[in-house]
């Protein structure tokens, strides 16, 4: 028989790629993860990990075991979340982790959908890549995520991804710029403008890409942030233009134009660990459904 908290120093091996990060993670030192790890491998009959250079990885029967750890592990949660019910409603604490924009969003609503449910949201900003949205997993229940729309879904063997809202995007002027008496504008006609982006990797960037593949321009941007306030004010001060998702614009002296001829939007997207999830992050994820409907049906 596995040890079920063997395995999960094994999970949080794979998650976080070294064994100091995981006896940090755990509270542990390093040679009693590694110690937890050899008796693993030996109620495994089988090497679980191999040399690599200084660290350790992973063998083909590690990663074979994670995915069980996984199913092993949920399964403990929904034993504990089920004898919760017995007891009344679900409760408990649910980390979740999204970008700020999302989080400004969102996270109102759901706080209070979830106000006196016994269910808990413990809350971080993470601004990372969509691609990068996995990795959080390691200390989070749940991981609000956004893509371009073009862009794939984030998926894997021990993913679970459900989308959630489409925010379009929109180009953003200052009150006394020329085109600000426009309701829209086509790509060609920014080809002279100076653009204040995010960084490389965001969905703006990518919609900004796509301006470039259509005008046969490359942007000239003058700028890079990932702080929409610090953009929005910039921007209203007459610095240059700016691509902005449409529910997080809030100067009140920027001017939303819509972009003619791009797919221009980001998709909201819930990533969390494949299988079945415990009924408080259940409760957690209809509460972000419920609150992104909100936000797309009041167009």
């Known amino acids: 028989m596995f040890s079920v908290e063997r395995l999960r120093v094994l999970r949080e091996l794979a998650d976080r790629g070294t064994v100091a990060a995981v006896a940090e993670a ?55 979340d089920e004898m919760a019910s017995y007891r009344g409603m679900p409760r408990g604490q649910v980390r979740v982790a999204s970008f700020p924009s999302g989080a400004a969003l969102l996270l109102p609503p759901v706080f209070a959908l979830l106000a ?25 229940d749940i991981v609000l995520s956004h893509r371009d729309e073009r862009a794939p879904a984030l998926s894997g063997p021990r993913l679970a991804c459900r989308p959630l809202m489409r925010e379009p995007i929109d180009v953003v002027v200052a009150r006394g710029h020329p085109l600000a008496g426009r309701e829209s504008v086509r790509p060609d006609e920014l080809a002279d403008e100076s653009w204040i982006s995010v960084r490389g990797g965001f969905p703006v960037d990518d919609v900004l890409e796509s301006i470039a593949t259509v005008t046969g321009v490359r942007p000239r941007i003058v700028q890079r942030l990932n702080d ?15 691509l902005m998702p ?53 167009e």
């Open 26 to 80: 755990l509270s542990m030192t390093s040679s009693a993860v590694s110690q937890q790890l050899k008796v693993l491998a030996r109620e495994a009959g089988v090497a679980l990990l191999e040399p690599d250079g200084r660290r350790v990885r992973l063998t083909d029967a590690g990663h074979a075991l994670v995915l069980r750890a996984d199913d092993v592990l949920a399964a403990m949660d929904r034993a504990v």
């Open 116 to 140: 006196g449910s016994g269910v808990e949201v413990i809350a971080g900003d993470e601004d990372l890549p969509p691609s990068k949205a996995g990795s959080l997993l390691a200390d989070y």
């Open 228 to 242: 929409f306030r610090v953009i929005e004010t910039l921007v209203a001060s007459g610095y240059g233009v700016a």
């Open 246 to 298: 449409r529910y997080a614009v809030a100067h009140p002296d920027l001017v939303i134009l819509r972009l003619e001829g791009v797919r221009a939007a980001r998709v909201y997207e819930l990533v969390t660990r494949a299988g079945t999830q415990g009924a408080a992050v259940g409760a957690v994820l209809e509460a972000f459904v419920a609150a992104a409907q909100g936000v797309v049906g009041g």
